[in-house]
């Protein structure tokens, strides 16, 4: 671990590097396109090899999607990885399987944009079953959600699961959440919580 990367940071540097990797930690993306994220992004960028040793002297490693621009810090050990219910993870399965489908048909340049109406059919298709959620368990966990970096609304707008019609942005970082990567994976982890009855059950994926 070379940890002349932390001293040789410019001063002003040293001063921000523990509030930008605090904020890494807290919301567990970075992305380059957000104006909010924007410049801790860059910093990150500018000095990766120091972020990254501090990241190291607690247990994290410092991703980037190269693609999509977004930097995620993801622990070794399973103290600090969030644990998501079931339906939780339903939803993250619902907006990767989304993700990849409208990539995959439009052949998208940039990510990809789906409706509410959208969400809430893939999700009792996903499920087998009409197993569907009632308008408040919707919002928060579209709220949630879009906390956590995955989604966010068009034009600023607030989430409304009244609105079918409304439009969600699926942000890259729903690719980075589930260690998945291909379409066969994906159908397994489908059939996996299509078959799942426990309602409180829950699954590490971060």
């Not at 990254?52 to 995620?72: K, M, P």
């Not at 990510?111 to 509410?116: H, L």
């Not at 969600?168 to 379409?183: A, K």
């Not at 982890?189 to 299509?194: D, G, I, N, S, T």
């Amino acid at each position: 671990m070379e940890f002349n990367h932390l001293s040789s940071l410019p001063e002003k540097s040293q001063r921000d590097l523990p509030r930008v990797i605090n904020r890494l930690l807290g919301q567990a993306f970075l992305h380059q396109d957000k104006d909010d994220d924007k410049d801790d992004y860059y910093f990150i960028h500018r000095n990766r090899a120091a972020c990254e040793t501090a990241l190291e002297l607690a247990g994290f490693n410092l991703l980037h999607d190269d693609y999509h621009r977004i930097f995620q810090a993801v622990s070794e050990y399973s103290y600090c990885r969030a644990r998501y219910k079931l339906d939780e993870t339903l939803m993250i399965l619902v907006l990767r399987k989304l993700y990849e489908e409208h990539i995959e048909r439009l052949s998208l340049a940039q990510d990809p944009v789906v409706t509410i109406g959208e969400v809430r059919e893939e999700y009792r298709t996903i499920t087998g079953k009409e197993r569907d959620l009632g308008i408040i368990q919707y919002e928060n966990l579209l709220r949630r959600l879009r906390t956590i970096g995955l989604i966010e609304t068009l034009d600023g707008r607030s989430i409304d699961v009244h609105d079918t019609d409304a439009r969600l942005r699926l942000r890259g970082s729903v690719r980075m959440i589930l260690p998945i990567q291909n379409v066969d994976e994906l159908d397994a982890w489908v059939r996996k919580y299509r078959t799942s009855a426990a309602e409180e059950e829950t699954e590490e994926i971060v």
